[in-house]
T-cell receptor, first 112, second 115 residues
Framework: GENVEQHPSTLSVQEGDSAVIKCTYSDSASNYFPWYKQELGKRPQLIIDIRSNVGEKKDQRIAVTLNKTAKHFSLHITETQPEDSAVYFCAASMIAGNQFYFGTGTSLTVIP | DAMVIQNPRYQVTQFGKPVTLSCSQTLNHNVMYWYQQKSSQAPKLLFHYYDKDFNNEADTPDNFQSRRPNTSFCFLDIRSPGLGDAAMYLC??????????????FGPGTRLTVT
């Protein structure tokens, strides 16, 4: 099956700085790459996603980039705020089978 | 309005005593998933249904079973819970499959404690 690796596992940034989280995947058949934010004790919430026919997508302070050749994609959060503190998961989904495979998560702390 | 509902939110069961977790959805999505999430770990896919077609992950223990009697409901049965099965169980849904994958909607989860 698909193998998704995510780095770093923890990340601390000063409020206002940018945060970058990177993921790699193994199966070139994966074509959908969502990012989830999970606050303690709550469900994962989709914050942005990208499909394999697009190289970059932006939504306000959040952007995702995808490099299909290298099989990696990244989450960029600009002008970070304390409420951005949470665990972020990347995931990859394959064309056939409907499976979603999650990365190991990044615990982001934004220091006021 | 709640779109993916899980009951109960908290479940305590005894070692070896069968337990059933419930998930329902109002989205009319044809794909439903069950994940296991342990503390500080990523959600781990146990299995999913595409309509009535059941798809088991290769490393999902036989102790875990699932039923989907109709589009709206999906159940996770743990036949003989062990201490290692204590976790948050997340249900999710998504629309269609085929050549595209679509956003997953997660339920609030059921936290299972095994005593």
């Amino acid at each position: 099956g698909e193998n998704v690796e995510q780095h770093p596992s923890t990340l601390s940034v000063q409020e206002g700085d940018s945060a970058v989280i990177k993921c790699t995947y193994s199966d070139s058949a994966s074509n959908y790459f969502p990012w989830y934010k999970q606050e303690l004790g709550k469900r994962p919430q989709l914050i942005i996603d990208i499909r394999s026919n697009v190289g970059e997508k932006k939504d306000q302070r959040i952007a995702v980039t995808l490099n299909k050749t290298a099989k990696h994609f990244s989450l960029h959060i600009t002008e970070t705020q304390p409420e951005d503190s949470a665990v972020y998961f990347c995931a990859a989904s394959m064309i056939a089978g409907n499976q979603f495979y999650f990365g190991t998560g990044t615990s982001l702390t934004v220091i006021p | 309005d709640a779109m993916v509902i899980q009951n109960p939110r908290y479940q305590v069961t005894q070692f070896g005593k069968p337990v059933t977790l419930s998930c329902s959805q109002t989205l009319n999505h044809n794909v439903m998933y069950w994940y296991q999430q342990k503390s500080s770990q990523a959600p781990k896919l146990l299995f999913h249904y595409y309509d009535k077609d059941f798809n088991n992950e290769a490393d999902t223990p036989d102790n875990f079973q699932s039923r989907r009697p109709n589009t709206s409901f999906c159940f996770l049965d743990i036949r003989s819970p062990g201490l290692g099965d204590a976790a948050m169980y997340l249900c999710a849904t998504s629309r269609e499959g085929g050549h595209h994958s679509y956003e997953q909607y997660f339920g609030p989860g059921t936290r299972l404690t095994v005593t």
